[in-house]
């Protein structure tokens, strides 16, 4: 009688536990990640190449800002790297109307931000607010436009917010990956001041920065290093309860250089690397057992490498840049000097082989949208001294080409000095255009002040870049090419389009993004790469392959062709044994 009355006792005390689990889980709607349940606790540390321009989600839009921004703050909708498919984030669930224009979002109810603040629907209401807010400029706002017009959100309840865009949208639910949820609690008042694009700078405390990603910002040395630490408040768990990130810190060293950043990884400072050289990549191949490591090529990457001219308006000040626009802007000249490159030496010297060249933006990487029917790029020094001389150039005793007013045809490079491959490629294209005349001279300039120059004073003639598309869908690159992007490169500002071709790409892009049918839009998304070949406003050189690495006893490392190719999914990764800890 006695044994009985206690296990009744047991069973009443584990019914009492269970019911309150449950009420833990009815309060907090946690998503439960279906990768492999790993140990939680170490430390991770990687390499970056230069160190953020602002932890700002609303301005940034350099990559390594950008990178550190995702693992702190949290979107909507995610775009699993892996799979390359949408999947559930802050929304819990969500329904698009059967014409394509309303988008109805459920979200996880009990969330916090890493300060402890609670998430609702205000915070989605104010987030969209401000990246819709045509005065900030944020790069976030092409995106969210339609025709021109900017889609409308509604509150509904505290949990529910309902997206109307003002005509279908081909990529609805898509179009909401890395767009972070702001803290409304901490920047609703910047806004109100029209500050909030000053908010989050580099010399902010630590503990100011707040998101609902797996990390928060713990320290920020300039030119050192930055360091994460796990959210406790983060809203994954794995299969078996246990919490994530399973990461106890997550650490970026400022590494400037790719050479630099093989020897941290090979003397162990760092375990993970991502964008290897292909140098590198021969290099490190035979150490792998040795230094317990693994290298993955995982193919064609998004990103394109190209040369891009200054065509921009505001270049006055300098009267040695606007000098040479009259080149610049003439497609001929941009032709010729196409031809001029040899892009498969670019591609045996520089990549070893692991690399391709490249006619448009998208890349074989992208087998969904990749043009086969565009021809790549032949070199051919015959064929861009007939489009120089076409364009009324010539060439004088001594082999130099010279304008119609007999002014030699001459221009720097600027490239990213923290960058081999591209500074390797700025020398080979030096070669390539010394051959038909032209002197470009390569000028090195520490990336940040590279970028500074290109996208703030315009202060050069060409230079050599890469960008990653951040989707395999073509819209994530919009900003890029409409007109009047926030990214518009070769021509910052633009209100209207200032050339027919650029109007054209305009109408297309436009349409195809209210096009549902994918046959339909992928004929009019050939056509903009098709006048992208032709008109060339980026002349494009090759993609690298995904080239990464990263000590064996990481688990769930997956690397991906999507940008962050490593660390996408840092909430998920850990250390196979205790020994495996940093």
């Avoid at 953020?52 to 800002?65: E, I, L």
């Avoid at 230094?291 to 040695?320: C, I, V, W």
């Avoid at 703030?456 to 890469?466: L, R, V």
């Amino acid at each position: 009688m006695i044994r009985s009355r206690l296990l009744s006792f047991r069973l009443a005390g584990l019914l009492v536990l269970c019911s309150l689990v449950a009420g833990a889980h009815a309060q907090q709607d946690l998503l439960v990640s279906t990768a492999e349940s790993g140990i939680p606790g170490g430390k991770l540390v990687a390499a970056l190449r230069s160190e953020p321009r602002s932890f700002n989600p609303v301005t940034a839009d350099d990559q390594v800002s950008v990178g550190i921004i995702s693992r702190v703050m949290a979107d909507l909708v995610h775009i699993n790297r892996a799979t390359q498919s949408t999947e559930p984030a802050l929304a819990r669930s969500w329904t698009v109307s059967k014409d394509g224009t309303v988008f109805t979002v459920k979200l996880r109810r009990g969330l916090k931000f890493s300060d402890g603040a609670p998430f609702n629907a205000d915070d989605v209401i104010f987030s969209f607010k401000v990246y819709l807010d045509e005065k900030l400029h944020s790069p976030h706002r092409d995106l969210l436009m339609v025709a021109g017009k900017p889609l409308r959100v509604e509150k509904l309840d505290s949990w529910t917010v309902r997206f109307t865009f003002p005509s279908p949208y081909a990529t609805l639910e898509r179009v909401f990956d890395t767009v972070p949820m702001l803290p409304r609690h901490l920047l609703e008042k910047d806004y109100l001041e029209g500050k909030i694009d000053q908010a989050w700078g580099l010399n902010t405390p630590p503990d100011k920065i707040v998101g609902l990603g797996p990390f928060r910002l713990k320290q920020f040395v300039p030119g050192e290093r930055i360091v994460l630490e796990r959210n406790p408040y983060y809203w994954k768990v794995d299969s078996k309860g246990q919490k994530l990130p399973y990461l106890d810190e997550l650490t970026f060293l400022i590494v400037p250089s790719q050479d630099a950043q093989v020897v941290r990884f090979e003397a162990g400072d760092t375990q993970v690397i991502s964008g290897l050289s292909a140098d590198n990549f021969v290099a490190l191949e035979p150490q792998q057992n040795s230094r317990h490591f693994k290298l993955y090529d995982a193919g064609p990457s998004l990103e394109y490498n190209f040369l891009m001219f200054n065509l921009n308006d505001d270049t006055q000040a300098n009267a040695e840049v606007a000098g040479k626009q009259q080149w610049f802007r003439d497609v001929r000249f941009r032709q010729a000097v196409s031809a001029a490159i040899d892009r498969a030496a670019i591609v045996r010297l520089v990549y070893h082989g692991r690399a391709t060249i490249l006619s448009t933006h998208i890349t074989p990487g992208n087998k969904l949208w990749f043009n086969k029917a565009i021809k790549p790029p032949v070199h051919s020094t015959d064929k861009a001294k007939e489009l120089f001389k076409s364009a009324g150039f010539s060439w004088n005793s001594s082999g130099k080409l010279l304008d119609r007013a007999g002014q030699p045809v001459e221009f720097t490079i600027l490239v990213s000095s923290s960058n081999a491959q591209r500074s390797q490629m700025a020398t080979m294209l030096q070669e390539d255009l010394k051959q038909v005349g032209i002197t470009a001279r390569a000028v090195p300039m520490e990336s940040r002040a590279a970028i500074n120059r290109v996208l703030g004073s315009h202060d050069y003639d060409a230079t050599i870049m890469g960008i990653a598309s951040g989707d395999i869908d073509p819209t994530s690159d919009t900003n890029v090419f409409m007109s009047n992007g926030q990214t518009h490169l070769w021509h910052l500002g633009e209100e209207t389009p200032a050339t027919p071709w650029e109007a054209e790409m305009d109408r297309v892009l436009q349409k195809q993004l209210v096009t549902l049918n994918y046959q339909q839009r992928r004929k009019l998304y050939d056509r903009v790469q098709e006048i992208e070949a032709e008109e060339l406003p980026l002349i494009y050189l090759v993609t690298p392959d995904v080239l990464v690495g990263a000590q064996e006893t990481l688990g769930n490392f997956r690397p991906a062709v999507l940008e962050q190719y490593t660390l996408w999914n840092a909430d998920e990764l850990f250390w196979r044994t205790p020994a495996g800890k940093r």
